[in-house]
């Protein structure tokens, strides 16, 4: 072959991957951002991106000459050994915009990715459609990749992570997805940016009103993780994906087992007193999760979203565990409506690929008033409700102290069949707490009584007594009272 067709097929390749030249990469950085490249180079193995569409462009003569790769990086790579497939929007390209030539690049990649049963991964910049490629009668045709999403939903890991404007589109993708990152400060996430706001509502907002990082991961949960910097977002990518098997159709990933801290005397001793036995003292669920896994490591889904309710990732024995818990810290670990769905969501998930739940239980119950019935709280909690029963991987429920009312079986109780369940000396169970009960049955009496603290009193020793760990095992309704340091 002549030697100026190969120089040619390198010049050609040499200018896509300039991306969108010095100047914009330039600015990139100035905002403290990555080039597309540069997270790819952070995410995968070093030299295992295989990449597809190098040559790609605009299908708009007037956009060809500025749009290398159609402004979208798109292949498969590894990480820790596995393969992914992985598209990256290249902001510095048409700001990271979705051109047609790059969905198609982009539904190239989802579909290899479904048929070879591996983890889909999109770094997302803007994502949003190119308008000037999308107008008119083409918008009819739009959309092809929320029914790919659906069809990869529980079959593959998906994970979007939101590095820029991900307004429109993109943000359907991220709450499709298993794990939706998003960097603090410049990610967004939201239906319409402010500009389509202010043309179609009047209303001047910023993007960070509108979606912004915070919101989307405090407030919202549409967002999975609050990342401090991209890097940080990527290296939660990996970290996300080593608990996670490539498809539906693989048990998960074992890793070396490690030391916990409760296989030590004095790990031991810590458990054994970090939970008070007074039900009204509060302690970190973190400490104690910390105590029980291999390594002391585990990582939390949703930290900052509805923090009275805990879902995490960490290993046994070098195995996948998901953990469900109450946070004793925040509202005495009553659960509300952000936390209802961010339990199911991360149930599903768990169920999804084969990862066994561990409930450590300690809730007084549902938040309960008005406010809370607004938010759709008996709806919810079905939905809820329907995941811990259907959920067929196995379930072990470990109640360390409360288990009070419909919270008890949401969070694994015997009615939804859990594989174990014990509990603790300081278990109690019953269907409110003892002092609504008291007030509930025994108030009129307690009233007229000579002497009503007695009176109390009295009831609520034998409350106590009926509704203890020992009880419920006398009765064969617990498989068992264990010890804090027999847990693990």
Known sequence: MDNDIITNLETQRERAREMGGAENVKKAHNRGKLTARERLDRLLDPGSFVEIGLLAHSQQSELKNRTPADGMLAGSGKIDGRIVYVTADDGTVMAGTRGRVAEVKNARVRGLALKHHKPFIGLMEAGAARVQEAYGATAAGLG???????????RIPQVAAALGPCFGGPSFTAVQSDFSPIVKGTGFLGMSGAPVVK?????????????????????????????????????????????????????????KPQPAKIDSAAGRLEIEQLV?????????????????????????????????????????????????????????????????????????????????????????????????????????????????????????????????????????????????????????????????????????????????????????????????????????????????????
Not at 376 to 397: D, H, Y
Not at 419 to 445: C, N
Request: net charge negative; aromatic share 6%; hydrophobic share 40%.
């Open 276 to 488: 008070p036995e007074n039900h009204r003292r509060a302690y970190d669920m973190r400490t104690l999760i910390g105590l029980l896994v291999d390594g002391g490591d585990y990582f939390e889904m949703k930290r900052d979203y509805a923090r009275n309710s805990m879902t995490a990732f960490a290993r046994m024995d070098g195995y996948p565990v998901g953990i469900i818990a109450n946070q004793p810290l925040r509202h005495a670990g009553t659960i509300d409506h952000k936390g209802v769905e961010k339990l199911r969501k991360f149930i599903d998930l768990c169920d999804a690929f084969h990862i066994p739940i561990i409930s450590l239980m300690d809730c007084p119950g549902f938040l309960v008033g008005p406010e809370i019935e607004r938010r759709r709280m008996v709806s919810l909690t079905g939905r809820l409700l329907n995941s811990i029963i259907g959920a067929t991987t196995p379930k072990i429920t470990i109640v360390l102290r409360k288990a009070i009312g419909l919270a008890y079986i949401a969070l694994g109780g015997r009615a939804v069949e859990p594989d174990l369940l014990v509990g603790w000396p300081t278990a109690r169970f019953d269907v409110m707490g003892p002092e609504a009960g008291i007030e509930l049955v025994h108030g009129r009496d307690i009233a007229k009584a000579d002497d009503p603290d007695a009176m109390r009193s009295g009831i609520r020793k034998k409350i106590e007594e009926e509704s203890s760990a020992y009880a419920a095992a006398g009765l064969g309704l617990i498989d068992d009272v264990i010890a804090p340091a027999e847990t693990r």
């Open 144 to 154: 092809y990749r929320f029914g790919d999403h659906f069809k990869m939903s529980g």
């Open 199 to 255: 043309v179609g509502i009047g209303l001047d907002v910023t993007n960070e009103e509108i979606g912004g990082s915070e919101m989307a991961a405090i407030e919202t949960g549409q967002a999975d993780l609050l990342a401090e910097s991209e890097l940080d977002c990527m290296d939660a990518i990996k970290i996300f994906l080593s608990y996670l098997p490539s498809s539906c159709a693989e048990a998960p990933p074992r890793a």
